[in-house]
């Protein structure tokens, strides 16, 4: 069986964007500032990481850091961001992309997204950024019309997965499952053990299904409770 074209489509943009993003001139000495930014920034919060301390954990000097990276912190930001959505998204295309049969790239995508988010502490750091940001927008302008886009791909590559196996679903629908993933790391509870992540991901499967085929329209109470209570 071979996949729909607008899912065959759908997982090629998303191919194409991270291919896209040039890791050529990533020396070691970069990619180490890049990595233990993210760590950092996992572990005690991203305000807390200063140019002192990054440059003390990744044992380099603080004039280097700037060597590496001329515009400082902002571009530590940004380019330790793409770096995590390139290993996450090239970990999702990995899992999905020799899979031909739809029902079982639904499932396929979705477990490999919930075992990303939960297993790789920069996936949270990921979102909480991208949130911050809305609200108080340190991000480049372009930087942030990039995670615009690539979120879109991401929401794209639902949207064709989920019509693919006969659902019509909205972007509310879509943004509905992928918030359900990316609180994964909350309601998971993950313990560490690899037997643990494979039990999470089974239930995001199930879970993402159970969205898929909730009734379309808004959830909400045609009567309240005082006119319950008149009635009764």
Request: charged share 25%; aromatic share 10%.
């Amino acid at each position: 069986m071979t996949l729909p074209t607008l899912l065959c489509e759908a997982r090629n943009r998303f191919k194409q964007h991270l291919d896209s993003c040039d890791w050529s001139e990533l020396t070691a000495g970069r990619k180490r500032i890049l990595e233990v930014f993210l760590r950092l920034a996992s572990i005690e919060g991203y305000s807390a990481v200063t140019m002192r301390t990054l440059a003390k954990e990744a044992s380099v000097k603080a004039a280097s850091i700037y060597f590496h990276f001329p515009d400082g912190r902002s571009e530590i930001v940004s380019q330790s961001l793409r770096w995590h959505y390139s290993n996450w998204g090239y970990s999702i295309l990995k899992a999905i992309d020799k899979i031909s049969e739809p029902e079982l790239f639904w499932d396929a995508l979705v477990s490999a997204v919930a075992r990303s988010q939960i297993s790789i502490p920069a996936s949270d750091l990921w979102d909480l950024l991208v949130r911050m940001d809305r609200v108080g927008g340190f991000l480049e302008v372009e930087f942030r019309q990039e995670i615009d886009h690539w979120l879109d791909l991401c929401a794209g590559l639902f949207q064709a997965s989920a019509a693919a196996i006969g659902y019509t679903v909205d972007r509310g629908r879509v943004n509905m499952i992928m918030s359900m993933l990316d609180a994964g790391s909350n309601w998971g509870q993950w313990n560490g053990d690899a037997a643990d992540l494979d039990a999470i991901a089974e239930q995001a499967t199930i879970v993402s299904r159970a969205i898929l085929s909730a009734p379309i329209g808004r959830l909400r109470r045609t009567t309240t409770p005082d006119e319950i209570a008149k009635q009764e």
